[in-house]
């Protein structure tokens, strides 16, 4: 029989390397954003509506990459160390448990 523990810390890991994987797939898609808010950020300002759209679209989109990869990673690195707080996340102590301890 698997311990409480070692069921936290495989869930977690578990977790941990598919919020990876996510952060590495959307790192491929920074390239792609870069390229396309440098082309729209190489026009003169104000030449037209429709380039100032784009600059913030891209500058927009980029921003929240950036944002999701830095979380992503962040919370793979919290869930991968584990403790008594992922333990808490993952595998609460019921009522139960507590009084039978």
Same mark, same amino acid.
């Given at each position: 029989?698997? $311990?409480?523990? +070692?069921?936290?810390?495989?869930?977690?890991?578990?977790?941990?390397? /598919? !919020? &990876?994987?996510?952060?590495?797939? +959307?790192? $491929?898609?920074?390239?792609?954003? !870069?390229? $396309? /808010?440098?082309?729209?950020?190489?026009?003169?300002?104000? &030449?037209? &509506?429709?380039?100032?759209?784009?600059?913030?679209?891209?500058?927009?989109?980029?921003?929240? /990459?950036?944002?999701?990869?830095?979380?992503? $990673?962040?919370?793979?690195?919290?869930?991968?160390?584990?403790?008594? +707080?992922?333990?808490?996340?993952? /595998?609460?102590?019921?009522?139960?448990?507590?009084?039978?301890?």
């Amino acid at each position: 029989m698997i $311990s409480r523990k +070692d069921a936290v810390i495989l869930a977690s890991r578990t977790l941990a390397v /598919l !919020l &990876t994987v996510s952060a590495l797939a +959307d790192v $491929s898609y920074l390239p792609e954003r !870069l390229h $396309s /808010l440098l082309r729209y950020l190489n026009h003169e300002p104000g &030449t037209a &509506t429709a380039i100032e759209y784009w600059r913030h679209y891209y500058l927009i989109q980029l921003g929240f /990459l950036i944002t999701r990869i830095v979380g992503f $990673s962040l919370m793979a690195r919290w869930l991968y160390k584990g403790g008594p +707080d992922i333990e808490e996340l993952l /595998l609460p102590e019921t009522e139960e448990r507590t009084a039978a301890n």
